[in-house]
């Protein structure tokens, strides 16, 4: 993982000094509940039509001077309904999200920031989808329990009238929760430059990176805010190279991880937030490296011939592969709604309604607009005890694969999942 020359400049920046700070600890918890109803797919057919587990998740948020880090005691499976039993399948990891020395050297006639460490870097500017979280990528729109770990990075930036300039080394590499042959195929480590800018309303990023996996990629993005109620913002990532799960040349192989050839990302959306606290945000993403409609469309007939015999079937189940791809299909919309209650209620003068300030609504719905397939999640979070020194939310999630039957969402097996969280800080 070539991290020996990092840990060395770790060492080295501590020898600057630093203000005395007292420790810091912020701790957050959450336990999770879900419950998984599933579906046949033309890959797959599962072996229950119901599973349910509770997850459990302690982090602790620890600050001494210029040092930071985020630790999390993550527990899989407390309970698990299939095979049953409390405590019997649990799987607990102790995981380093982030670990970094964040502060300020004078070079010369400059004054540098640098960031050294484990810690997350994401430039995207969207919501849905984010084309230039290109180091460690996030899970995309997850429910329940979801633990996010940095990249190990070294930064040097410096600011101008103007924005920013950055200096990056990345590696991915370092990992300590479990990792999928397709996640373990794009680790990376690379050096890259990035701009950062403003234009009275507007903000801009152009990045230029080389690492060992894309050869080679160039991305960008543009935010404008139109007015109190509009922003519109866009992102675009193009890369040289690009790995993914490639169709084999005979029916009757497997498919398998390979480096394809060049690949883009691009996604436009806007947001617009109304006095009364509703907030509507939409988006229309291309990501290349998804398989088409018509490659979904023919990976379910090969994989129903393939189904009529035992010794095929396995090989049927190599196409349900493809729902590892960052993007299920190339073309994807977007549309989320939130309700800020608070917003509202202080434009009424009735105070019976008081109550829905501690309730918070949101809605998302994410569309393939080839073969009409819908995943639509609704969130309802109710804030149940708020001291200012520690609080406790209560939370249900429900997710819903509807829409078009021969869609490519209809080829995954949780066909609704409904989850309980009830989660706290103090």
Known sequence: MRLI???GLLAAVTMFPAHATPWQFDWDWAISGQNHQRQNSDFIQPRYDSTSHIDGLLDVQIGYGQWSGLFALYSQDIYQSQPQGWFEHVDSQWIVRELAWQGDVDIGQHNVDLSLGKIRLD??????????????????????????EGATIATVSQFDAHGEWSLLYTNSHWSDTDVDAFDEANQQQGVGLRRYGQINQHEYQLIAYYDDVRHGALGGSWVSVIGDAWEFHSEALWQHKSIGYAWPNSQYQSVEI?????????LAGFTYTSMGGHSLIGEYWYDSRAWSHNEWQQAKRRANTLQSSPLTAPIAMSYAQGLNHYNLTQHSLMLHWSWDAEAWLQWQSNTHWHWLSDITPKLDLLIAPQDGGVIATQWLT????????ASVDLEFTARFLTGNSNSAYAQINDHRTLVFTIKGKF
């Open 382 to 389: 109710y804030q149940w005890i708020d001291t200012g020194e």
């Open 258 to 266: 390979k480096e394809q050839g060049n690949a883009w990302q691009a």
């Open 123 to 148: 430039y995207g500017v969207s919501y849905g989808y984010r084309p230039l979280d290109m180091f460690k990528p996030y899970r995309q729109n997850p429910i329940g329990l979801s633990v996010e």
């Open 5 to 7: 020359p990092l840990y």
